[in-house]
């Protein structure tokens, strides 16, 4: 039983990695070390509790792993900007890479504008954009309530828009 619990959660890690990995690297502003540190983190924690899953288990805490393991990340995420040593920051050189196809430079202006908000403006936005959550389940990962989920929302648009300014509508077009 317990190879078949291993084996099924390595094939979870395995599915949800790539998505975990790119919702964290827009929550840390594009520090893609501090990305996979939280991405490390959510999977331990869902290890942890993975023999709560409805297969495994008939006391089923864990109904849909793959929303909990976002909510584990983003929790992760708001904890970690709370500890003293989350000011610290690699240093040298960054390995030269392939850069993928898309826009660049829009992409760059966009996690330039959300490295600028606060952590928990970067999560809402997000949570409601990136990954398309409602309000109400905004409001469940960040444990507030929806009208306080809509207000921050609607702040953290504006302080977007007033860092990224006219001129993204320039980088969208090109």
Same mark, same amino acid.
């Given at each position: 039983?317990?190879?078949?619990?291993?084996?099924?959660?390595?094939?979870?890690?395995?599915?949800?990695?790539?998505?975990?990995?790119?919702?964290?690297?827009?929550?840390?502003?594009?520090?893609?070390?501090? !990305?996979?540190?939280?991405?490390?983190?959510?999977?331990?924690?869902?290890?942890?509790?993975?023999?709560?899953?409805?297969?495994?288990?008939?006391?089923?805490?864990?109904?849909?792993?793959?929303?909990?393991?976002?909510?584990?990340?983003?929790?992760?995420?708001?904890?970690?900007?709370?500890?003293?040593?989350?000011?610290?920051?690699?240093?040298?050189?960054?390995?030269?890479?392939?850069?993928?196809?898309?826009?660049?430079?829009?992409?760059?202006?966009?996690?330039?504008?959300?490295?600028?908000?606060?952590?928990?403006?970067?999560?809402?936005?997000?949570?409601?954009?990136?990954?398309?959550?409602?309000?109400?389940?905004?409001?469940?990962?960040?444990?507030?309530?929806?009208?306080?989920?809509?207000?921050?929302?609607?702040?953290?648009?504006?302080?977007?828009?007033?860092?990224?300014?006219?001129?993204? !509508?320039?980088?969208?077009?090109?």
């Amino acid at each position: 039983m317990r190879k078949a619990w291993e084996d099924d959660f390595e094939a979870f890690a395995a599915g949800r990695a790539g998505p975990l990995f790119r919702s964290a690297c827009l929550l840390t502003g594009g520090d893609t070390h501090l !990305a996979e540190d939280l991405v490390q983190e959510t999977l331990a924690r869902v290890y942890a509790q993975w023999h709560r899953t409805s297969w495994f288990s008939s006391r089923a805490v864990i109904e849909n792993p793959a929303g909990y393991a976002h909510t584990v990340l983003v929790r992760a995420f708001l904890s970690h900007r709370g500890r003293r040593s989350s000011g610290e920051h690699p240093v040298g050189e960054i390995p030269d890479g392939a850069a993928k196809e898309g826009d660049t430079t829009l992409r760059l202006a966009l996690e330039a504008a959300l490295r600028a908000l606060s952590p928990r403006d970067r999560a809402v936005l997000v949570l409601r954009y990136w990954e398309d959550r409602s309000v109400e389940e905004t409001a469940g990962v960040l444990n507030s309530s929806s009208g306080a989920v809509r207000t921050q929302t609607v702040r953290a648009l504006g302080r977007i828009r007033a860092l990224l300014g006219d001129g993204i !509508a320039d980088l969208a077009l090109r």
